[in-house]
C-alpha cells in the first residue's frame, strides 16, 4: 500500500509539474507506442552513497513536447526530496545521484507526446539504508469553526514550518466535500494553488446537514523537499440564521468562572479520562478544535501572562 501511494504521488506530482509549463494540452492520437526501460544499479542504497539510473526511450512521436527523469526519496510521514533531475535529456543514458533521507528512492520518468498526451513510467522503488536525520515539515490547517451556519464561509488558516525555501507554481490545496443533508447529498471540489508559507483558505456550506471536507495539501519546493498531508474535517452545519450560544473561554467545567480547576479538567480530557467538558468553552483560541494549545493558553492566562482567551 506505502508504494502505490509513492507512485501515485510521484506521478500526480510529475503531472503537475508538466502542466505549469505547457501552453496547451496534446490531444490523443494514434502514435507509436513508447516504450521505456530503466534500471538501478542496486536492490538497496546506502544514504550518502551514489546510485545509478539506466534508461532508454523508444517510440512516440518525437521529439517530446516536454521530458523530464528524477530519483526521489520518500519518507514514512510523507515528506519527499527530490535526490537528482534531468530535463529534456537524450532518449537513452544515465542519471546518477546521492539519497541523503529517506525510507525508499523512486525513479520514474515523465513526458508529454504530441499524440499521445501525459505518459509516466517508473520502476520498484528501493530501500535507502540508514537516513540521515531531516527537519520534519509540517502543515496545519485550522478551521474558524466546526459548527458555521448554512451559507456563511468557513476560513481555513494554513501555516507550513520545517522548510523556509519558496514554494514553486504548483504546490497547492484542494479539498473535496461530501455533503449530507434531509433532502439528499452533494458534492463539491475546489483547487488553489499556493505560494506563500502560510494563508486562508474557505468554504462555504450551502445548507444545514454533515459536511466531511477532505483536504489534500500537496506542497513542492524551490530546494528539492515536498510534503503531502491530508486532513480530514467534519462540519455540523447549522440552519442560516442560528444565533451562536454565549460562551465564556476557559470555563471548561462550564461552572461560571475559570481556574485551575478547568485547566485540569482540560488535562484529562486530552489525555482520554471519561471527563465532562464544555467543548465550545475549552476551544481557549477558537480555532475550531481542542488540543494543547488550549490547554497552554489556559495556563498562561491563569499564571497572569499577557494572552486573552477567545
Not at 504521488?9 to 530503466?38: G, K, S, Y
Not at 451559507?151 to 514554494?167: D, H, K, M, Q, R
Not at 471540489?189 to 450551502?206: A, K, Q, V
Not at 498531508?229 to 462540519?235: C, E, G, K
Amino acid at each position: 500500500m506505502k508504494s502505490k501511494a509513492i507512485h501515485f504521488l510521484a506521478a500526480f506530482t510529475a503531472l503537475l509539474c508538466m502542466l505549469a509549463v505547457l501552453p496547451t494540452q496534446a490531444q490523443a492520437e494514434d502514435a507509436p507506442n513508447i516504450v521505456v526501460e530503466m534500471s538501478l544499479d542496486g536492490t538497496e542504497i546506502e544514504a550518502g552513497q551514489p546510485i545509478t539510473l539506466t534508461y532508454s526511450i523508444t517510440g512516440g512521436t518525437q521529439p517530446f513536447i516536454s521530458l523530464s527523469i528524477s530519483m526521489t526519496s520518500y519518507c514514512s510521514d510523507n515528506t519527499s526530496f527530490e535526490v537528482c533531475r534531468i530535463d529534456n535529456p537524450p532518449l537513452q543514458g544515465t542519471l546518477t545521484g546521492i539519497p541523503l533521507y529517506g525510507d525508499e528512492l523512486l525513479a520514474s520518468l515523465a513526458l508529454v507526446d504530441t499524440n499521445l498526451g501525459f505518459q509516466y513510467f517508473s520502476i520498484d522503488s528501493i530501500p535507502i539504508i540508514n537516513s540521515l536525520d531531516y527537519t520534519p515539515i509540517t502543515i496545519d490547517i485550522t478551521p474558524s469553526t466546526l459548527t458555521p451556519n448554512a451559507g456563511e464561509p468557513v476560513t481555513f488558516t494554513y501555516e507550513i514550518a520545517g522548510n523556509a525555501s519558496p514554494l514553486l507554481s504548483y504546490s497547492h490545496i484542494n479539498y473535496s466535500s461530501n455533503y449530507t443533508y434531509s433532502n439528499g447529498e452533494d458534492y463539491g471540489y475546489e483547487y488553489m494553488n499556493i505560494d506563500t508559507l502560510s494563508g486562508t483558505f474557505s468554504y462555504t456550506p450551502p445548507h444545514e446537514g454533515i459536511v466531511t471536507l477532505d483536504v489534500t495539501a500537496l506542497l513542492n519546493f524551490e530546494d528539492g523537499a515536498g510534503k503531502l498531508v491530508q486532513p480530514t474535517f467534519t462540519l455540523d452545519v447549522q440552519p442560516a440564521g442560528t444565533e451562536k450560544p454565549a460562551r465564556t473561554p476557559g470555563d471548561v467545567n462550564d461552572d461560571g468562572t475559570v481556574n485551575m480547576r478547568d485547566a485540569l479538567a482540560l488535562l484529562k480530557k486530552l489525555a482520554d479520562w471519561d471527563v465532562s467538558i464544555n467543548a465550545s468553552n475549552a476551544d481557549c483560541n477558537a480555532d475550531g478544535t481542542v488540543n494543547m494549545r488550549d490547554a497552554l493558553l489556559l495556563l498562561k492566562k491563569l499564571a497572569d501572562w499577557d494572552v486573552t482567551l477567545q
